[in-house]
């Protein structure tokens, strides 16, 4: 599940560009202690610049993701989006190493050699899907959760429980008297 860009064409000349669609197949992993897993392939579409000592790319990652809602605790497909941009500058180019060292020292500093036909973005991918990743995943925003009283799922069963705290229906159903 490694994802590689051809830079064949676009490190040619400076100011070329090229845009490239890869699609990989990711296996699950795990985030705050939950495993997900992907229910489509990853999709990248990225347009690439040669900006002379460095391949800019720049473009996004697509999937879909199944998550748990943190609200009602039922499973729920997620269509992810994230930006993507990365840099990888040519280390032929690159005269003194100490230059290397230090920008090994910067974030997301990458490099490919001038024979190199394709990089490889896997790292990059994974971190637009963390970087992205929903804190409290919700299957959806109006979502009621679950009872605190009876553990129902308020979205699919109306519970005869006397809910004292502010029930977003409720609320809604002032706005709509007071309206
Ligand atoms: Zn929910
Ligand atoms: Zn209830």
Request: charged share 30%; glycine share 6%.
């Amino acid at each position: 599940m490694a994802m590689r860009v051809y830079i064949g064409d676009v490190k040619k000349e400076v100011g070329r560009t090229a845009r490239e669609i890869l699609e990989e197949t990711f296996d699950p992993f795990s985030v705050f202690g939950e495993k997900v897993a992907f229910s489509s392939p990853v999709k990248v579409n990225v347009v690439l610049t040669n900006c002379g000592s460095e391949l800019l790319g720049e473009g996004k990652v697509q999937t879909e993701l199944v998550l748990t809602c943190s609200r009602c605790l039922e499973p729920f497909v997620l269509s992810f989006e994230g930006a993507l941009r990365f840099e990888f500058r040519n280390l032929d180019l690159i005269v003194r190493p100490s230059d290397v060292e230090a920008e090994a020292e910067e974030e997301g500093v990458r490099y490919f050699r001038d024979d190199d036909t394709s990089v490889d973005i896997t790292r990059e991918v994974w971190e637009v899907i963390f970087m992205n990743f929903p804190m409290k995943p919700l299957c959806d925003a109006a979502c009621l959760g679950l009872c605190p009283s009876c553990g129902g799922n308020r979205n699919r069963v109306l519970c005869r429980c006397r809910v004292d705290t502010e029930d977003p229906r409720f609320q809604v159903l002032k706005k709509w008297k007071s309206g």
